[in-house]
């Protein structure tokens, strides 16, 4: 009876347990494939499937609660949940839970773009941009680990995280492991890719304690884990079957019929258990190994060898065989077989990364390297190679290399290197070219402009000096088309250097318009520039590059005004530490462009006006060239024009604000109480020379008229509070500026008030004029700074001169130079016949007796023979040309300095018709001491011999 008694216990006990009440259990509603609500409002996926496998088992019923994750965990944390389904663990909620056996381990997913590298594992993550699924296992488990060195980006859904991946917000999507379904296949434009070391492993979870509901929870997972079920739900909607498991039910019949005691049942199922889940978890690493190893064959079409390192025994993967042409079969399977088809130059640097890297010394080895085909000819590789195994002793054991086919990106790096050479040997020839046309341009202009200069110093009919003025300003016009020319050239060819030096604003701005006087004063038109007050004047840059964008914008606004001004105007924009952002203005009253001329204004060899019967000639290069200086100088040009009204050109650049910035002068404290008029009925003028008397320390103001100014000036005086300068434009609308003068002499109470007569640096006034006039001093305008400041220096300064001084012209430095005539011994090398004529006369001009010489060889020779002052050397000659003269006569000049010499160097002037990058770096280098560039003027010749030390 008792034998009865315990078996029907045996029977009937489980029942008992089936009945009990069934558990609430939330799941989450949104986390698909696990469980998720279909179109038809029915939660499915797996755990619905799975949680039913469970309650088929008799061990345990659930009432499914659906729900967000916020929400089922509220519900559980309130006691109105018995369990949770799906959860991992962590040490916060051991606090509140307790959790079943893991019933599924679901690898993260990464989805990419088709286009972009991909990642399989977290090491890898450092420096991404990731999305994951806000609130998701992969945000938290990404938090946990601190992001792996990777930028998190949490979005609400799925689909908005795969579509920051699409858009290139994100480097790829982080999820669960997921198969694509019918219908519903959003991931079809990504490519997926398992990370390795991202696992999840779920569990069912239950208040702390309660054990009862637990051990059912448990009993049922391990019966449905056993039996086959689990494999099926769990192939269906997350990965491949696992490794089937020994199953209990194989062991039913053995347990059953042989009356085994209760003990013995126990003890056995059991055993059971614990069996099943080291075997699930081997199962598991097996099949996350042969996914790796899977990936590894299949990815990026790399042939893999797997290598023996004790029997020297390998493994090729069939791509092997495919790359190197041969049928799988012919290819030895050895590691002797990979080493010794690869190149002979490219073995050793192999052998030796191999060996470094067994020998534990790197962490892989990577190395290019040529392998031999079947057909003997060789393909380009890359090898990637590991030791993924070592003895106790360290020794290597097992290696996996990969090798990837880099034939394709060989060729490519080959051909770029071909291009690049053919491109710099193409760059070398333009230079040369543009070298040699530039010499061979310059050198006859030379010779016109210097014989017309010349010409124009003896005497001449009015006749004859018209036409040495018209072939002078041509030989000047064409120069200019030729420098716009050689210069578009030089920037489109690489060839144009900016320098930076210190200089002043106003000196590109002053020599600008100084350069355009002449032409201004033919048409009668004002020329005024205007800079900003209080902004930095000393900066940092290339004032030449500056000034020749000007030239080119006041140059046009000239040439297509007839009456009114032409104004530059410069300002501040910006300053940045030390970078200061300048904006330049050149306004005119001109014919104006239309705004389809304008659509065509900055293409080279393009004009405004392109008929043959257009009014103002030019090349069409100059706004072309003066666009891509601006760019260079990182600033942008453009114009804003109506046909009728006149144009504004402006521009933008960027310089360095020099250390220390200067004023226009330092003026002594007495000048502040000091007070100034100018007398300028041009209002942008009167306005332009107020800015630079206040600039001066002065409290200046304007009349616009004579009569206006006497006015003022009588009016101080009655104040009490006198002017103590005027300066009076000689051009008035009322009167003439001499009879200003002479009203104001007239008057006692200005007896004391200094004057400064404005004239045109066109049309200087003589001394005997100056001093005819009643004037103090007299400037040519547009008045430039420095000969202001020289001004009230003597005027208001402690010693003031006695006699007045007129304003100098742009040729008085050349006329003030010291006549040492046949003191300086000067020697010329010029192979140009013309042009030795012209600079002989030059020279003869300033007093001096020149010696001729055709080539570099002759110069040589002569100064060996004569002891020379200074040499004149043309850089391009027959025989031997300046460059390897002058290193001749240097090396010649240290041989006779080492022998005792005492005699000086001489002084080598370059002359040279290039004027391109490097040429005069190239003449300094090779012992020339000064450079002046084709066609040279004689006041610059002159110059540069004054510079030169006297050798007797």
Not at 113 to 120: A, E, G, T
Not at 129 to 134: H, P, Q
Not at 262 to 274: E, H, K, T
């Given at each position: 009876?008792?034998?009865?008694?315990?078996?029907?216990?045996?029977?009937?006990?489980?029942?008992?347990?089936?009945?009990?009440?069934p558990?609430?259990i939330?799941?989450?509603?949104n986390?698909?494939?696990?469980?998720?609500?279909?179109?038809?409002?029915?939660?499915?996926?797996?755990?619905?499937?799975?949680?039913?496998?469970?309650?088929?088992?008799?061990r345990?019923?659930?009432?499914?609660?659906?729900?967000?994750?916020?929400?089922?965990?509220?519900?559980?944390?309130?006691?109105?949940?018995?369990?949770?389904?799906?959860?991992?663990?962590?040490?916060?909620?051991?606090?509140?839970?307790?959790?079943?056996?893991?019933?599924?381990?679901?690898?993260?997913?990464?989805?990419f773009?088709?286009?972009?590298?991909?990642?399989?594992r977290?090491?890898?993550?450092?420096g991404?941009?990731?999305?994951?699924?806000?609130?998701?296992?992969?945000?938290?488990?990404a938090?946990?680990?601190?992001?792996?060195?990777?930028?998190?980006?949490?979005?609400?859904?799925?689909?908005?995280?795969?579509?920051?991946?699409?858009?290139?917000?994100?480097?790829?999507?982080?999820?669960?492991?997921?198969?694509?379904?019918?219908?519903?296949?959003?991931?079809?434009?990504?490519?997926?890719?398992?990370?390795?070391?991202?696992?999840?492993?779920?569990?069912?979870?239950?208040?702390?304690?309660?054990?009862?509901?637990?051990?059912?929870?448990?009993?049922?997972?391990?019966?449905?884990?056993?039996?086959?079920?689990?494999?099926?739900?769990y192939?269906?909607?997350?990965?491949?079957?696992?490794?089937?498991?020994?199953?209990?039910?194989?062991?039913?019949?053995?347990?059953?019929?042989g009356?085994?005691?209760?003990?013995?049942?126990?003890?056995?199922?059991?055993?059971?258990?614990?069996m099943?889940?080291?075997?699930a978890?081997?199962?598991?690493?097996?099949?996350v190994?042969?996914?790796r190893?899977?990936?590894?064959?299949?990815?990026a079409?790399?042939?893999?060898?797997?290598?023996?390192?004790?029997?020297?025994?390998?493994?090729?993967?069939?791509?092997?065989?495919?790359m190197?042409?041969?049928a799988?079969?012919?290819?030895?399977?050895?590691?002797?077989?990979?080493m010794?088809?690869?190149?002979?130059?490219?073995?050793?640097?192999?052998?030796?990364?191999?060996?470094?890297?067994?020998?534990?010394?790197?962490?892989?080895?990577v190395?290019?390297?040529?392998?031999?085909?079947?057909?003997?000819?060789?393909?380009?590789?890359?090898?990637?190679?590991?030791?993924?195994?070592?003895?106790?002793?360290?020794?290597?054991?097992?290696?996996?290399?990969?090798?990837?086919?880099i034939?394709?990106?060989?060729?490519?790096?080959?051909?770029?290197?071909?291009?690049?050479?053919?491109?710099?040997?193409?760059?070398?020839?333009?230079?040369?070219?543009?070298?040699?046309?530039?010499?061979?341009?310059?050198?006859?202009?030379?010779?016109?402009?210097?014989?017309?200069?010349?010409?124009?110093?003896?005497?001449?009919?009015?006749?004859?000096?018209?036409?040495?003025?018209?072939?002078?300003?041509?030989?000047?016009?064409?120069?200019?088309?030729?420098?716009?020319?050689?210069?578009?050239?030089?920037?489109?060819?690489?060839?144009?250097?900016f320098?930076?030096?210190?200089?002043?604003?106003?000196?590109?701005?002053?020599g600008?318009?100084?350069?355009?006087?002449?032409?201004?004063?033919?048409?009668?038109?004002?020329?005024v520039?205007?800079?900003?007050?209080?902004?930095?004047?000393?900066?940092?840059?290339?004032?030449?590059?500056?000034?020749?964008?000007?030239?080119?914008?006041?140059?046009?606004?000239v040439?297509?005004?007839?009456?009114?001004?032409?104004?530059?105007?410069?300002?501040?924009?910006?300053?940045?530490?030390?970078?200061?952002?300048?904006?330049?203005?050149?306004?005119?009253?001109?014919?104006?462009?239309?705004?389809?001329?304008?659509?065509?204004?900055f293409?080279?060899?393009?004009?405004?006006?392109?008929?043959?019967?257009?009014k103002?000639?030019?090349?069409?290069l100059?706004?072309a060239?003066?666009?891509?200086?601006?760019?260079?100088?990182?600033g942008?040009?453009?114009?804003?024009?109506?046909?009728?009204?006149?144009?504004?050109?402006?521009?933008?650049a960027?310089?360095?604000?020099?250390?220390?910035?200067?004023?226009?002068?330092?003026?002594?404290?007495?000048?502040?109480?000091?007070?100034?008029?100018?007398?300028?009925?041009?209002?942008?003028?009167?306005?332009?020379?107020?800015?630079q008397?206040?600039?001066?320390?002065?409290?200046?103001?304007?009349?616009?008229?004579?009569?206006?100014?006497?006015?003022?000036?009588?009016?101080?005086?009655?104040?009490?509070?006198?002017?103590?300068?005027?300066?009076?434009?000689?051009?008035?609308?009322?009167?003439?500026?001499?009879?200003?003068?002479r009203?104001?002499?007239?008057?006692?109470?200005?007896?004391?008030?200094?004057?400064?007569?404005?004239?045109?640096?066109?049309?200087?006034?003589?001394?005997?004029?100056?001093?005819a006039?009643?004037?103090?001093?007299?400037?040519?305008?547009?008045?430039?700074?420095?000969?202001?400041?020289?001004?009230?220096?003597?005027?208001?300064?402690?010693e003031?001169?006695?006699?007045?001084?007129?304003?100098?012209?742009?040729?008085?430095?050349?006329?003030?130079?010291?006549?040492?005539?046949?003191?300086?011994?000067?020697l010329?090398?010029?192979?140009?016949r013309?042009?030795?004529?012209?600079?002989?006369?030059?020279?003869?001009?300033?007093?001096?007796?020149?010696?001729?010489?055709?080539?570099?060889?002759?110069?040589?020779?002569?100064?060996?023979?004569?002891?020379?002052?200074?040499?004149?050397?043309?850089?391009?000659?027959?025989?031997?040309?300046?460059?390897?003269?002058t290193?001749?006569?240097?090396a010649?000049?240290?041989?006779?300095?080492?022998?005792?010499?005492?005699?000086?160097?001489?002084?080598?002037?370059?002359l040279?018709?290039?004027?391109?990058?490097?040429?005069?770096?190239?003449?300094?280098?090779?012992?020339?001491?000064?450079?002046?560039?084709?066609?040279v003027?004689?006041?610059?010749?002159?110059?540069?011999?004054?510079?030169?030390?006297?050798?007797?």
């Open positions: 009876m008792r034998y009865l008694y315990l078996c029907f216990l045996l029977l009937v006990f489980p029942a008992l347990l089936g009945a009990a009440a558990l609430r939330g799941v989450e509603n986390s698909d494939p696990l469980s998720y609500v279909d179109a038809n409002g029915h939660l499915t996926g797996f755990t619905a499937d799975f949680l039913a496998a469970l309650e088929n088992t008799g345990v019923d659930f009432e499914i609660v659906p729900g967000s994750w916020a929400h089922v965990l509220e519900e559980f944390q309130a006691g109105r949940l018995d369990a949770l389904a799906n959860v991992t663990i962590r040490e916060e909620r051991r606090k509140e839970m307790d959790f079943s056996i893991g019933h599924a381990f679901v690898h993260g997913v990464a989805y773009r088709p286009d972009s590298p991909h990642v399989h977290t090491a890898e993550f450092a991404k941009r990731i999305a994951v699924l806000s609130g998701s296992i992969g945000h938290t488990n938090m946990e680990h601190g992001g792996w060195g990777a930028t998190i980006v949490a979005y609400p859904t799925w689909p908005a995280a795969l579509k920051s991946v699409q858009d290139g917000q994100t480097d790829f999507a982080l999820f669960i492991r997921s198969y694509r379904r019918a219908g519903n296949d959003p991931f079809s434009r990504f490519e997926m890719e398992y990370i390795d070391d991202v696992i999840h492993e779920y569990r069912v979870a239950v208040h702390k304690g309660d054990a009862r509901s637990l051990e059912r929870i448990n009993d049922a997972i391990a019966t449905v884990r056993s039996n086959g079920v689990f494999d099926r739900i192939a269906k909607w997350i990965g491949p079957l696992e490794p089937h498991p020994i199953r209990l039910a194989d062991l039913r019949p053995y347990v059953l019929p009356g085994l005691a209760l003990a013995a049942i126990v003890a056995i199922f059991w055993w059971q258990r614990m099943l889940k080291r075997l978890r081997r199962s598991e690493a097996l099949r190994s042969e996914e190893w899977g990936f590894a064959i299949e990815g079409g790399d042939a893999v060898i797997d290598v023996d390192i004790k029997t020297g025994a390998a493994v090729l993967s069939p791509r092997w065989a495919q190197l042409g041969y799988p079969e012919e290819l030895g399977a050895t590691l002797q077989e990979w010794g088809r690869i190149h002979p130059d490219d073995a050793p640097a192999m052998q030796v990364a191999l060996h470094e890297h067994m020998a534990g010394r790197t962490r892989s080895c190395n290019e390297h040529r392998l031999r085909r079947k057909d003997g000819s060789y393909l380009w590789v890359l090898s990637r190679s590991l030791v993924v195994r070592r003895d106790p002793s360290g020794n290597p054991v097992r290696l996996i290399g990969t090798t990837s086919d034939t394709e990106r060989k060729q490519s790096e080959k051909a770029l290197r071909d291009a690049r050479a053919a491109a710099e040997e193409s760059a070398r020839l333009k230079s040369q070219f543009l070298a040699n046309v530039s010499h061979e341009i310059r050198t006859p202009i030379n010779g016109v402009i210097g014989a017309v200069g010349l010409l124009t110093d003896t005497e001449l009919t009015e006749n004859q000096r018209a036409l040495a003025a018209i072939v002078g300003t041509s030989a000047q016009s064409l120069l200019t088309i030729i420098n716009d020319i050689l210069d578009f050239s030089r920037i489109e060819a690489g060839q144009l250097v320098e930076a030096t210190p200089f002043d604003i106003r000196e590109p701005v002053e600008c318009l100084e350069l355009l006087a002449d032409r201004a004063a033919a048409k009668n038109l004002e020329l520039y205007l800079i900003d007050e209080g902004m930095k004047t000393r900066l940092i840059g290339d004032a030449g590059r500056l000034r020749q964008v000007l030239v080119n914008l006041a140059g046009n606004a040439k297509f005004t007839e009456t009114g001004e032409v104004e530059v105007r410069v300002r501040q924009v910006a300053e940045v530490g030390r970078s200061v952002r300048l904006r330049f203005e050149v306004r005119d009253t001109g014919i104006g462009i239309t705004p389809e001329q304008q659509g065509r204004l293409q080279p060899f393009v004009q405004a006006d392109g008929s043959t019967t257009r103002y000639g030019g090349s069409g100059g706004l060239i003066s666009r891509q200086l601006v760019g260079l100088m990182g942008e040009l453009g114009v804003e024009s109506a046909a009728g009204r006149g144009s504004t050109f402006w521009f933008t960027e310089f360095e604000g020099a250390e220390a910035d200067y004023r226009d002068l330092a003026a002594p404290p007495a000048w502040r109480s000091l007070r100034a008029l100018v007398i300028d009925d041009h209002e942008r003028s009167g306005e332009a020379l107020r800015r008397f206040s600039a001066a320390g002065l409290d200046c103001s304007v009349a616009v008229r004579g009569g206006a100014g006497m006015t003022a000036l009588r009016a101080a005086v009655r104040a009490q509070r006198p002017f103590a300068l005027v300066a009076i434009d000689m051009k008035l609308s009322d009167t003439t500026g001499f009879d200003l003068l009203q104001v002499r007239s008057e006692p109470m200005l007896a004391g008030l200094k004057t400064i007569l404005l004239t045109t640096i066109r049309e200087p006034l003589s001394p005997e004029e100056l001093a006039s009643g004037a103090d001093r007299a400037l040519g305008k547009p008045v430039r700074h420095r000969a202001l400041e020289e001004a009230l220096r003597a005027l208001l300064g402690r003031q001169r006695e006699n007045p001084t007129p304003a100098l012209g742009r040729n008085d430095a050349a006329a003030g130079l010291v006549k040492d005539g046949p003191a300086v011994r000067i010329v090398a010029e192979d140009n013309v042009n030795q004529t012209v600079i002989r006369k030059q020279l003869e001009k300033f007093g001096y007796d020149p010696v001729l010489v055709e080539n570099g060889r002759q110069a040589v020779e002569a100064v060996k023979a004569e002891v020379f002052d200074v040499v004149l050397m043309d850089c391009q000659m027959p025989e031997m040309d300046g460059i390897e003269a290193r001749h006569i240097r010649w000049e240290v041989a006779q300095s080492q022998s005792g010499s005492e005699r000086r160097p001489v002084h080598i002037v370059a040279t018709a290039h004027a391109i990058k490097g040429d005069r770096e190239q003449c300094l280098a090779a012992g020339m001491n000064d450079y002046l560039s084709k066609p003027r004689a006041e610059d010749i002159a110059a540069a011999i004054q510079r030169a030390p006297r050798n007797s």
